[in-house]
Nanobody, 124 residues
Framework: QAQLLESGGGLVQAGGSLGLSCATSGRTFSLDVMGWFRQAPGKEREFVAAILRFGGNTYYADSVKGRFTISRDNAKGTVYLQMNSLKPEDTAVYYC?????????????????WGQGTQVTVSS
């Protein structure tokens, strides 16, 4: 079992920046992909970004490409999401997730572990 704990959410004005962290614990050594997803009120959960454990390849949703950056520190077991140029439509609960296997990184149902989520609110 692995546990994920997000932190760093909050309220920010449009155009501002915010950084999220996801600390992992437990049996994390074999997890291949760490991802970030978000869910806005009344909307389905959507993929935001993912990073591979080995090689560090990163993947982004088109809506955040160029504005968000995902990174990880394997030694610390922590994944980060730096969000710049935030827009009101980025408002959502952001979830950290982890999965075995490097395929299907954008498919939420393929992830094995989830954090509890952290609220990000962007005011206009």
């Amino acid at each position: 079992q692995a546990q994920l704990l997000e932190s760093g959410g909050g309220l920010v004005q449009a155009g501002g920046s915010l950084g999220l962290s996801c600390a992992t614990s437990g049996r994390t050594f074999s997890l291949d992909v760490m991802g970030w997803f978000r869910q806005a009120p009344g909307k389905e959960r959507e993929f935001v970004a993912a990073i591979l454990r080995f090689g560090g390849n990163t993947y982004y949703a088109d809506s955040v490409k160029g504005r968000f950056t995902i990174s990880r520190d394997n030694a610390k077991g922590t994944v980060y999401l730096q969000m710049n140029s935030l827009k009101p439509e980025d408002t959502a609960v952001y979830y950290c997730a982890a999965k075995y296997g490097s395929s299907s990184y954008s498919a939420g149902h393929r992830y094995d572990y989830w954090g509890q989520g952290t609220q990000v609110t962007v005011s206009s």
